[in-house]
């Protein structure tokens, strides 16, 4: 008769916080019978909040659920300048990190005009002004519902572009 031998477990991996930076504090969503969409909003309106934080012009967050297979809501917001836009992209990976979201993939790099940042259930498009007259995604998607964020009255460039 053969004898059996367990292995030992080995202990689990414990995350350790990049040096120079303080730990990340994990927000919840309010319940734990929230659902994926709930915490969608969550996400997007902290996104929101993130953009408007670094000065994003006229920052708009769109309920497409039910209008779109791809996300549930969408964040559109500009920046003025290369350096802004990139601003924008830093502010909102993080909020999407700090509202316990996941970051997927991020489109466009610190030279482009549109920046897409994917978390799932959130889209966060971020355009200089010139982009977003040009593909003007809210009249792309006028029949979805704009959730109210919580955000100042929308910043306009002092140039009058929009």
């Known amino acids: 008769m ?6 030992p477990r080995r202990p689990a991996r414990v995350a350790r916080p990049a040096k120079n930076r303080p730990p990340v504090k994990r927000v919840t969503p309010p319940t734990a019978t929230a659902g ?9 309106m902290a996104c929101g909040r993130a953009a408007d934080g670094k000065l994003g012009e006229d920052t708009q967050v769109l309920d497409v659920r039910g209008l779109s297979a791809v996300s549930d809501y969408l964040v ?11 601003a924008l992209s830093d502010a909102v990976a993080e909020a999407i990190e700090l509202a316990a979201g996941r970051l997927h993939h ?21 355009f200089d002004p010139i982009t977003r007259r040009h593909y003007d995604l809210e009249r792309l998607w006028a029949d979805a519902r ?17």
Do not use: F, N, Q, Y
């Open 76 to 86: 559109i917001t500009t920046g003025t300048s290369t350096p802004h836009l990139k």
């Open 146 to 162: 704009r959730i109210p964020w919580a955000g100042k009255a929308p910043r306009r460039s002092p140039g009058g572009i929009k």
């Open 106 to 126: 991020i489109e466009g790099d610190a030279r482009a005009s549109w920046i897409l940042l994917d978390a799932h259930a959130v889209l966060v498009h971020i």
């Open 36 to 44: 994926v969409s709930d915490h969608g909003r969550i996400v997007a």
């Open 2 to 7: 053969k004898r059996i031998v367990k292995k």
